[in-house]
T-cell receptor
């Protein structure tokens, strides 16, 4: 059972266009992360949102965590070819490790493959 | 500081063969994870470890075993490989909110 539904699965746009990727769940998460993965490499963290309603901006990328902490969105403004890749959302529900140095398990969405045409 | 490294990078096995994937991290992280990535499935957790000498099952543990004899290493074993285990395997370790991933191992079972 996929706890995090990510949409769309594929996105092909022209350079300069805007786009939004959605990540939805019926479960509450203590935090929600967005990763980007390039071919032949492992995912790299873009952002973590923790508070319901939180909005974070990273240059042309805007991330939002839903008020109920069940959903999130990633919006890219004026997409560039360098933005292409696989975008993954991941929710954390585990407890903070007693030592305070790490977080619990992550549940990943299916991913969104973004292609940006010059 | 190499971060998370994985060996080998590629491997082809015949059905029934065994192998071990090695993950090493030099960031002194307590938590380590093994995932598999299949098209349209995202990353699915196989096993994880919350410290040296401990392991626990994840979402898809069947057909795999793990060991964490040293804090910096996390081994994933396939005792009798099956074609359904053809996948890309990623190891990760955590510090705070962020999971750091290795470059992956592409495994094909024929």
């Amino acid at each position: 059972t996929q706890l995090l539904e990510q949409s769309p699965q594929f996105l092909s746009i022209q350079e300069g266009e805007n786009l939004t990727v959605y990540c939805n769940s019926s479960s509450v998460f203590s935090s929600l992360q967005w990763y980007r993965q390039e071919p032949g490499e492992g995912p790299v963290l873009l952002v973590t949102v923790v508070t319901g309603g939180e909005v974070k901006k990273l240059k042309r990328l805007t991330f939002q965590f839903g008020d109920a902490r069940k959903d999130s969105s990633l919006h890219i403004t004026a997409a560039q070819p360098g933005d292409a890749g696989l975008y993954l959302c991941a929710g954390a529900r585990g407890l903070v490790y007693a030592g305070g140095t790490s977080y619990g398990k992550l549940t990943f969405g299916q991913g969104t493959i973004l292609t940006v045409h010059p | 500081n190499a971060g998370v490294t994985q060996t080998p990078k590629f491997r082809v096995l015949k059905t029934g063969q065994s192998m071990t994937l090695l993950c090493a991290q030099d960031m002194n992280h307590e938590y380590m994870y093994w995932y598999r990535q299949d098209p349209g499935m995202g990353l699915r957790l196989i096993h994880y470890s919350v410290g040296e000498g401990t392991t626990a099952k994840g979402e898809v543990p069947d057909g795999y075993n793990v060991s964490r004899l040293k804090k910096q290493n996390f081994l994933l074993g396939l005792e009798s490989a099956a074609p359904s285990q053809t996948s890309v395997y990623f190891c990760a370790s955590t510090h705070g909110y962020e999971q750091y991933f290795g470059p992956g191992t592409r495994l094909t079972v024929t």
